[in-house]
């Protein structure tokens, strides 16, 4: 989760990642971000914080602007036919007073044949891509102002721990899922995992845990 998560300083600027900027700045240099890369906004909730990209099926319209050599075979395969891909961005007041916090997630689906004779075809969900998630994240702090070294560097050190929840299940009260991790952390994977899977989140409740 640490891999699609960046910060943004509202009003007095500051050293290293933080940038000033109003929220409707950041707002208008993400849509912008995605446009650039040949990406259409096909969801704009500026009141819930979520922009979102249509299905992009036709791969020759995103710029080769180093993207690919950046990513080597990681990133060859999703410029193949058969696939859609799509970026959901997320947008949170952060932990510390007067910051953004900016998620990116990635979706992605690919056509199979369900035939022997190769005739007939179906949509079916690929596995998000967690490295694809944070190149494009870094690519965003660098449009944001971070510079290209410290914002390659940042996303080279995050890592995704591991086994880091357990379910729970007794006859009595159900199954629930245990999570070794403080609030704030726990809170952002599991709004992460939200996106990744393709829930609309209509509305939070940081104070009580609470995602509708």
Avoid at 130 to 143: D, F, I, N, S, T
Wanted: hydrophobic share 35%; glycine share 8%.
């Amino acid at each position: 989760a640490r891999q699609s998560l960046w910060q943004v300083r509202m009003g007095a600027g500051q050293a290293g990642p933080w940038h000033s900027m109003d929220a409707e700045q950041v707002w208008t240099v993400v849509k912008e971000f995605w446009q650039d890369l040949g990406f259409l906004i096909n969801r704009e909730q500026p009141d819930a914080g979520v922009m979102e990209t249509d299905w992009a099926e036709d791969r020759a319209k995103i710029a080769n602007d180093g993207l690919r050599s950046i990513l080597g075979k990681v990133l060859d395969s999703l410029y193949s036919t058969g696939e859609r891909d799509r970026f959901r961005t997320r947008f949170e007041p952060g932990s510390e007073p007067g910051t953004t916090e900016i998620y990116i997630s990635h979706r992605s689906m690919e056509e199979v044949y369900t035939s022997n004779a190769k005739d007939e075809t179906r949509w079916q969900p690929r596995q998000p891509n967690p490295e694809l998630e944070a190149e494009m994240l870094r690519r965003l702090m660098v449009r944001l102002g971070t510079e290209e070294k410290r914002a390659e560097a940042m996303v080279q050190q995050a890592k995704v721990p591991q086994d880091r929840a357990r379910l729970n299940w007794t006859s009595e009260v159900g199954g629930n899922l245990e999570v070794a991790e403080r609030f704030d952390r726990a809170w952002r994977r599991v709004g992460l995992a939200l996106d990744r899977v393709g829930f609309t989140v209509e509305d939070r409740d940081r104070s009580t845990g609470d995602y509708f």
